[in-house]
C-alpha cells in the first residue's frame, strides 16, 4: 500500500525513524519489499534523479506498481531523493510519488527559500510532500577547522526561520554526515549537539538525516579480499539511530550499503565461479542478502515490527 509519507512520519516521530532506501533496479526492488516485510517495517523507496535516468523514468516507477500487487502487505512511500526544481514539477505532475525532496541547498538562503517555496505550493496543490535541505552536507577533512566545518552544518535558528517561510513539510539538515562511503576521519561524527538545537527551535517537526549507510568495516574487507580497493571507507554509527530518532529524526537515508552489499556478492561470486555467467546466480544471492540488511538496517532504525500500526494509521 502506498501511502503518504506524512503518516509514516506521524508514527514514527520521537520513538524510531522510517528507513529510505535508493533503489535502481529489478533486484534491489524485490530484496527491499522481502526485506521490508521480513522485518514487519513500513519504509520509504527512494528514487534518485541519476535513478530515474539509469534507465526510463516510468521503468522504476512500473517496478514499484507490480511490487505493490506482489508484496500486497508492504506499506511505504514512494519519494525523489534529492530532486532539482524541474525534477520535482516532473514527479510531482506525475501523481505517482507520495513526496518530492528539493535540494537548492547549495543556494544561497534567500534562492534555497524562494525555490523550496515554489516548489511547496505546486506539490500541496497536489497533496504531495515536500522535504527541503537547508546546510551543507559533505566530506570534511581533517585540515578543514571547526569554525569552517561548523559553517556547512544546519544553523538551528536559520532552519525555524526557513521552515516558517517555505512551508517545507520536513527538513534535511546537515549534522555533520556526508554522502558516500567515505564520511568521516579522526574523531569526527554525528553533531547531536546540534540536532539538540533544532529539536528545539522546531519540537514536532520531522528532521531528515542523510548519509546514513554506516559502510560496515567486515563488507569493505570482503569487497578488498575479493578485488576491490576502498581504502579508509567509514561511516555513521548504526547505534546512533535510536538517538537521532529521540532528538527529531523521523527518515534515515540509506544508500551506500546497499550498494557495498551489491559489490561483494558480485565480487565474491565472480571470484569464486569464474566458469559461470548467468547473471540470475549472483542476481539470486543478492536479492536475498539485500533483504537480509534491509531487515538488520530496520532492526537498528526501530521501524521493524511496526508494518500493523502503519497499516493501522494509514
Ligand atoms: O544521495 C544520493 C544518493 O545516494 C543517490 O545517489 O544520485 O548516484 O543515485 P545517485
Ligand atoms: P549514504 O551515501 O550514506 O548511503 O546516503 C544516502 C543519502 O543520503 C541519499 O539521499
Ligand atoms: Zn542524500
Not at 513500513?42 to 508484496?71: C, D, W
Not at 527538513?171 to 568521516?184: D, E, M, N, Q, R
Not at 519540537?203 to 563488507?219: F, I, K, R, T
Amino acid at each position: 500500500m502506498i501511502v503518504t509519507t506524512t503518516k509514516l512520519f506521524e508514527l514514527a516521530y520521537g520513538k524510531f525513524a522510517i528507513g529510505a532506501y535508493n533503489i535502481n533496479n529489478l533486484e534491489q526492488c524485490m530484496g527491499l519489499f522481502r526485506g521490508n516485510l521480513d522485518s514487519q517495517a513500513p519504509f520509504i523507496i527512494q528514487i534518485s534523479k541519476g535513478a530515474r535516468s539509469y534507465t526510463h523514468k516510468l521503468m522504476l516507477e512500473a517496478l514499484i506498481r507490480a511490487a505493490n500487487g506482489v508484496f500486497s502487505d508492504a506499506v511505504f512511500a514512494v519519494h525523489l531523493d534529492h530532486g532539482d526544481e524541474k525534477t520535482c514539477m516532473d514527479c510531482i505532475e506525475s501523481d505517482f510519488y507520495s513526496s518530492v525532496m528539493i535540494d537548492a541547498s547549495h543556494e544561497p538562503y534567500a534562492k534555497n527559500v524562494e525555490i523550496t517555496r515554489r516548489i511547496v505550493q505546486a506539490a500541496h496543490g497536489r497533496g504531495i510532500v515536500v522535504e527541503a535541505e537547508l546546510g551543507q552536507l559533505g566530506g570534511v577533512e581533517e585540515h578543514v577547522s571547526v569554525a569552517e566545518a561548523d559553517a556547512k552544518l544546519t544553523d538551528p535558528d536559520q532552519a525555524k526561520d526557513f521552515v516558517a517561510r517555505t512551508g517545507c513539510d520536513s527538513l534535511a539538515c546537515a549534522i555533520g554526515t556526508s554522502h558516500g562511503a567515505y564520511k568521516f576521519s579522526g574523531s569526527q561524527g554525528v553533531r547531536f549537539d546540534v540536532l539538540a538545537e533544532i529539536q528545539k527551535r522546531l519540537p514536532g517537526y520531522p528532521l531528515v538525516m542523510h548519509g546514513s549507510s554506516s559502510v560496515p568495516q567486515e563488507e569493505v574487507a570482503r569487497i578488498n579480499a575479493a578485488g576491490g580497493k576502498l581504502r579508509g571507507a567509514k561511516g555513521v554509527d548504526e547505534d546512533v539511530f535510536a538517538q537521532a530518532a529521540q532528538l527529531g529524526v523521523t527518515k534515515v537515508n540509506i544508500d551506500t550499503d546497499g550498494r557495498l552489499v551489491w559489490t561483494r556478492v558480485h565480487r565474491e561470486f565472480f571470484l569464486q565461479n569464474p566458469e559461470k555467467f548467468d547473471l540470475r546466480d549472483p542476481g539470486k544471492t543478492f536479492m536475498t542478502e539485500y533483504a537480509n540488511f534491509i531487515a538488520h538496517k530496520n532492526h537498528k532504525l526501530g521501524s521493524a515490527g511496526q508494518l500493523a500500526a502503519a497499516r493501522a494509521a494509514a
